[in-house]
């Protein structure tokens, strides 16, 4: 093998660097910025603008792989819908989309799978695979979410009692999908949180993509959400296999997040520039890394009535707890 021009790596070597190498990443990893539950469609959103925004950001995905409901298309199709502004999102992470009529767009669910992956690691998030988010950290005076309980997933699923470990964040984004798992935990064990899960409702796509945009963002101190998470937090419709309001409500889940954790002193209607330079040799920084930057982003606002000014479908306080 040495013959071949092949470094050679011993077996004994290979896995003293697994080791080594992963218990560094988790030795970082026990105090961040933000959690990020989730790396579907509007998590892997979140946590390209939070890491691009300066925050130490690290994502956590109970499966081993990337995309949550993008996965599997339509009905298994391979096509997906984004509508305007979220072409937006779309041009920022370099995914490519055809314009099937005025401001709505189709491009294939793995392309933006990948892109938005690639985009989350590029800006300095960390995405750590088969970790299962079991409950939250909280604190008293002032009473907040300040982290997670994480364990392996394998471990959930072989049924074994293992004792879990903790992730200290300054905030919590529940992109957890549907089941809006984390804002459900911490309802139901820390009452005083006072959290409301009101339901999702059945579907009602032009209204649902609206509402949702709109209505990410916190749910209770230290907690926010994004994505289908919203939906059923706050009582909105299902909208299926558009993808406009998954991206958009990521990001404005991270601006207001960036905004109430005060990092680089930007206030909650803006953003930093994107990045329009390579990644440096040897990969992309740890956590949270910054970039050169270029263009600044337009905010996430999709127009008409505020969410707490929408009729006929029930919402939240916008000035307090869920």
Do not use: C
Not at 46 to 59: D, H, I, M, N, S
Not at 145 to 156: D, F, I, R
Not at 231 to 260: E, N
Request: charged share 25%; aromatic share 4%.
């Amino acid at each position: 093998m040495q013959g071949r021009g092949i470094r050679p790596v011993d077996e004994s070597r290979i896995t003293r660097i697994v080791i080594e190498e992963s218990l560094r990443d988790w030795e970082s990893l026990a105090s961040v910025d933000a959690v990020v539950v989730g790396a579907g469609p509007s998590g892997m959103t979140a946590a390209y603008y939070l890491a691009r925004g300066g925050a130490r950001t690290v994502v956590f995905e109970r499966r081993l792989g990337f995309g949550g409901g993008m996965g599997g298309g339509a009905m298994f199709l391979h096509k997906i819908v984004v509508e305007s502004p979220a072409d937006e999102v779309l041009r920022e992470v370099g995914a490519r989309a055809r314009e099937v009529e005025p401001g709505v767009f189709s491009l294939d669910s793995a392309e933006l799978m990948a892109k938005l992956a690639s985009a989350a690691l590029d800006a300095g998030a960390k995405i750590i695979h088969g970790v299962s988010v079991e409950d939250v950290i909280f604190r008293r005076d002032p009473l907040r979410v300040e982290g997670v309980v994480v364990n392996w997933t394998a471990s959930e699923l072989s049924g074994l009692h293992v004792d879990p470990l903790f992730v200290r964040a300054r905030a919590v984004l529940d992109a957890t999908g549907h089941g809006a798992e984390v804002v459900e935990v911490a309802s139901r064990k820390v009452p005083e949180l006072g959290i409301e899960i009101k339901g999702e409702r059945s579907a009602y796509s032009e209204l649902s993509e609206e509402l949702v945009s709109e209505g990410a963002g916190a749910v209770a101190p230290g907690l926010y959400a994004s994505g289908m998470a919203v939906a059923r937090v706050r009582g909105l419709p299902r909208m299926g296999p558009i993808f406009g309001a998954m991206l958009l409500s990521g990001r404005k889940a991270a601006i207001d997040i960036l905004g109430d954790l005060g990092i680089g002193g930007r206030p909650r209607s803006s953003l930093p520039p994107a990045s329009s330079s390579p990644a440096p040799p040897g990969g992309p920084p740890g956590p949270g890394g910054r970039r050169p930057r270029g263009r600044r982003p337009r905010g996430p606002s999709r127009g008409g009535a505020r969410l707490a000014d929408r009729p006929g479908l029930p919402h939240s306080r916008a000035d307090g707890p869920i």
